[in-house]
């Protein structure tokens, strides 16, 4: 019985009995019921396989949540205007606490997002200039490239009691903005490469359109050719300037050509239009090679790229504008902020040093603010958002991150354990999933999930410490201690392709030969330069596929068959055995249930309270209509094909009466890159960024020849499952391809032909090729941080 002063006949306090999350009867996506007892104020890793039920427990049942109980003690008014989340398929979850996600969406949806509009730090900025800048050009918004200049005149009329209006004459007034004119703030203008486009040294009969799609006596060209504006056998060059203007510019206007009356449109604005206009992704991929060779961007000429209009560029401080303190590396910036020593705005920056610090304490201090967010990789997007947490005087907060590690050499991940750790000893719950080796040794506690993916996991493997994980026969508790070996023997390279003077970003002037028809790993500490030399000269040039973990486009009926493909010789087998038309088995188009509109959910608005999503009752969610159902395929029908997982449906697709090739095919390459676990109908967009990658992978694995370009192809992986990744890149290989990899994992490293290590350090310490040769070269030599960190890792593996 509680005494008067709340504490119990045991002398606990009734307050410290809810020390952990509690979690019963967890169903979200593959979880099976899970229950389990987080601990609070402690540091949590999730661990398991790819598609184990990580993110379902701890993303969309935990944190999803904790912020629906926090939506709703707002007022239905505000809830109005709030994103609503439905409630999580658990039974009972207790104990949660205020959740903050710290996830690895990429930044800067806006074009003139930059690092330092998302941490405030150019806000900051614009207060300290507009106080101290001379001479003085206005308030902060007229250092904002955000807001344009604008100008207001006319009459305001207001109604008054009584019917009256009430007229006041307002005299020009001037709203002052930074942006800059020429390039609305973006700091950079598009243009079209017009060598890409035309060969001008030959006539349009000997085929100066350049472009896919326009042969020399094609229908598109015959258009010029018989518009009366050009003499197709005249060379490009010769043309005069009204000649070249109607060939290249001329506006839409109606033609008498090709025996008809046409519409007549010049190349530049008619390529716009059709190509340069539309979604690069939806293009065919020799369209979309083409528009990334054609489309160039530049500095705007009007502000050399600062974004600014003169008048924001004009003001100094201590001689340095606002643009020049933006495209300071952090580090110098911080220092630049320090020497500012005046009075009226020392809170100011003592704040704004404060933040400027906080940056370059979780590693990002090779950074500029005025670099755009949308480059930023999916693990410097991450610790940009830690940033405003770091100083935070919340204490008993739950932070949740994905991954923080991704992007991270083995010299950094130390960091941001003690980042990690420090959040923690303020009082917080910190729940991390998370694959790396190093970061789950600092664990206080260990959640493991499994023990496949998919349909094969969600299920409690193992809960408890670190070294009873790795005592344990689970598969993550075996794989722990696993160790990179290095290689007996090197391929020997093909040829090279050769990068020369390359500065992109913080690159120095780089020289470097990329050997052919190896496995070459490009290496370095974050910010040393990896993506700014590979993807900077390697990508867009023939024959080069990057295969990045960018979001794949599409809509949420969009899923791994549609994206591959194979759903097209699925409805065609169908349709042959049936007797019927392929679009029958579309839920896009014929088959789709009249109801849900082949969505297979029903989604309910409910004005300020949240939108319910409910399984469509006429197809159970299936999203087809019952009489297509009725047709099967080896006794399945469309549905159940779609709910297969890759694995199940290359047993299908591969034998019997529904074999066909063709998806056998595809779907062997979705298996080969680590993908069985995946259904053929999930959507996309439930797919993580390493799942992304590797779909893509399995899109190219078929094509002969080519350089693959991979960025950090391990992201998302289970230990477990880097050994496959590393078959999988022998494959790619040894089929005569030249796999260039950028990697921070050691084992991938240790398997290399060929290593290129950039550094020694980040921004402009970086930018240089510290190391080249093969990784038993490295390890001999230990004269970088990488190569330290390699010896240590072969060598502690025996």
């Not at 209009?309 to 003001?315: H, M, V």
């Not at 409910?606 to 099967?632: I, N, Q, Y």
């Not at 159940?640 to 694995?647: A, E, H, Q, R």
């Not at 797919?687 to 020849?705: F, V, Y």
Request: with cysteine.
């Amino acid at each position: 019985m509680a005494t008067r002063t709340g504490t119990t006949a045991a002398g606990v306090h009734p307050a410290d009995a809810h020390d952990v999350i509690r979690v019963r009867g967890a169903r979200e996506n593959n979880l099976r019921e899970i229950d389990v007892d987080i601990p609070k104020r402690r540091l949590t890793v999730f661990t398991g396989v790819s598609g184990s039920g990580k993110s379902s427990l701890v993303f969309a049942t935990v944190a999803a949540e904790s912020r629906r109980l926090i939506d709703e003690t707002y007022s239905t008014f505000l809830q109005g205007f709030m994103p609503s989340l439905p409630r999580p398929d658990v039974d009972d979850l207790s104990g949660v606490t205020t959740a903050i996600l710290v996830d690895q969406e990429r930044l800067g949806a806006n074009a003139r997002s930059t690092v330092g509009t998302v941490t405030d730090a150019h806000a900051m900025l614009r207060h300290l200039f507009s106080r101290l800048g001379e001479p003085y050009v206005g308030p902060p918004t007229a250092f904002s490239f955000n807001v344009p200049t604008s100008r207001a005149s006319g009459v305001m009329t207001t109604d008054r009691a009584g019917g009256t209006t009430e007229k006041t004459v307002v005299r020009d007034q001037v709203y002052l903005g930074g942006m800059c004119p020429g390039c609305e703030g973006r700091g950079t203008v598009s243009d079209l490469d017009l060598s890409v486009i035309v060969d001008e040294s030959r006539s349009l009969n000997e085929g100066a359109i350049l472009v896919p799609g326009y042969k020399a006596d094609g229908w598109m060209v015959r258009g010029f050719s018989e518009s009366g504006f050009v003499d197709p056998d005249k060379p490009v060059r010769d043309y005069s300037d009204t000649e070249r203007h109607d060939f290249l510019y001329r506006d839409k206007g109606k033609i008498k050509a090709l025996g008809m009356n046409m519409t007549y449109q010049g190349l530049i604005p008619k390529l716009r239009e059709s190509m340069f206009s539309r979604d690069p992704a939806s293009l065919q991929p020799h369209v979309r090679r083409f528009v990334e060779r054609a489309a160039v961007f530049g500095p705007c000429p009007a502000c050399g790229g600062t974004r600014l209009n003169e008048a924001a560029r004009s003001a100094t401080v201590h001689g340095a504008t606002i643009a020049d303190v933006a495209r300071m590396q952090i580090t110098d910036a911080a220092d630049w902020v320090r020497g500012v020593d005046e009075p009226g705005v020392a809170p100011l920056v003592a704040h704004l040093v404060a933040l400027l610090d906080s940056v370059v304490q979780i590693g990002l201090g090779y950074l500029s603010l005025d670099r755009p967010a949308g480059t930023l990789s999916g693990g410097e997007a991450q610790r940009v958002k830690m940033i405003r947490h770091l100083g935070s005087a919340l204490t008993d907060v739950t932070y949740v991150f994905d991954e923080p590690t991704i992007g991270l050499h083995p010299h950094d991940i130390a960091r941001m354990n003690e980042l990690l750790v420090d959040l923690r000893d303020k009082g917080n719950t910190v729940l991390v999933v998370e694959h790396k080796p190093e970061a789950i040794a600092v664990a206080d506690h260990v959640v493991d999930l499994g023990p496949g993916a998919g349909s094969d996991g969600g299920t409690l493997c193992y809960e408890g410490t670190v070294d009873g994980l790795r005592a344990s026969d689970t598969l993550t508790g075996r794989h722990l201690d696993d160790r990179a070996r290095l290689k007996d023997t090197v391929r020997e390279p093909t040829g090279a392709l050769e990068i020369r003077g390359a500065r992109q970003n913080n690159l120095q002037g780089i020289d470097l030969d990329i050997p052919t028809g190896v496995l070459t790993v490009v290496t370095g500490v974050a910010g040393s330069g990896k993506s700014s030399l590979i993807h900077g000269n390697l990508a867009g040039r023939d024959g080069v596929v990057v295969v990045d973990q960018g979001t794949i486009k599409g809509s949420r009926r969009s899923n791994p068959a549609t994206y591959t493909g194979l759903l097209e010789p699925v409805r065609k087998a169908f349709a042959k055995a049936n007797g019927v038309k392929p679009a029958l088995f579309s839920a896009n188009s014929e088959g789709a249930c009249p109801t849900c509109k082949g969505n297979g959910r029903i989604y309910t608005e409910l004005g300020f309270m949240e939108t319910v999503e409910t399984p469509c009752e006429d197809c159970g969610g299936r999203r087809f209509m019952a009489e297509v159902l009725d047709h099967t395929l080896g006794g399945k029908n469309i549905a159940d094909v779609l709910d297969l997982s890759v694995t199940e449906a290359h047993a299908f697709f591969s034998s019997g009466e529904a074999r066909v090739p063709a998806v056998a095919t595809t779907l062997t390459h979705l298996r080969d890159v680590g993908l069985g676990y995946l259904h053929l109908g999930q959507p996309l967009n439930t797919l993580s960024g390493g799942e992304r990658q590797r779909l893509k992978l399995a899109m190219h694995k078929g094509d002969s020849g080519g350089t693959y370009v991979l960025d950090e192809p391990t992201t998302g992986l289970h230990l477990a499952d880097v050994e496959n990744l590393l078959a999988l890149l022998d494959q790619l290989v040894d089929a005569g391809k030249t796999v260039v990899v950028i990697e921070h994992h050691q084992a991938v490293m240790a398997h290399a032909d060929h290593l290129v290590d950039l550094g020694p350090g980040a921004g402009h310490d970086g930018g240089r090729v510290v190391f080249e040769g093969t990784p038993a070269e490295l390890v001999a030599d230990r004269s970088t941080l990488t190569g330290r960190h390699l010896a240590d890792y072969v060598v502690t593996g025996g």
